[in-house]
């Protein structure tokens, strides 16, 4: 009798440690949104409230033309994942580059920071001003 106790002791204890082994994983796969979208797709996105728009180029291409109410923070710079952590992770962000090369980066390393809901940009500003999309000088 003992040893059956002792048993299903350790097959509950099996059983517990597997699941939520399975919850974990589950939760890690849910925990960061994050999409590549096409141009008229990423300009629908950004309607949303409480959307954050970051470009990662440098300042000098910032300066020739970005999409609207877009905040740069250059991939390049040394505190680059500083900078990106002060925004808020709870809110969705929306980012891009020149020709989406960065982006995918800065994509990736935003996920690592903790970020949610994340929209990347295929094919950067020329994708964006190939299709004719407002740009602010």
Same mark, same amino acid.
């Given at each position: 009798m003992k040893r059956i106790t002792f048993i299903s002791k350790i097959f509950f204890l099996l059983l517990t #440690? /597997?699941? /939520?082994?399975c919850n974990d994983s589950t939760a890690q796969k849910q925990a960061t949104q994050s999409a590549v979208l096409v141009a %008229? %797709? #990423? $300009?629908a996105k950004l309607s949303m409230p409480n959307i954050q728009?970051? %470009?990662v180029r440098t300042? $000098?291409? +910032?300066k020739t033309g970005h999409i609207g109410n877009s905040k740069? &923070?250059? #991939? +390049?710079?040394?505190d680059f994942k500083a900078q990106m952590a002060k925004l808020d992770k709870s809110k969705p962000l929306a980012v891009y580059c020149a020709a989406g090369g960065r982006s995918a980066k800065a994509a990736a &390393?935003?996920?690592d920071l903790g970020f949610k809901t994340? +929209? %990347?940009l295929q094919g950067g500003m020329g994708a964006w001003r190939s299709k004719g999309k407002k740009v602010t000088l």
């Open positions: #440690f /597997s699941l /939520s082994n %008229d %797709d #990423f $300009e728009i970051v %470009d300042p $000098e291409e +910032y740069n &923070i250059n #991939f +390049y710079d040394a &390393i935003l996920s994340i +929209y %990347d």
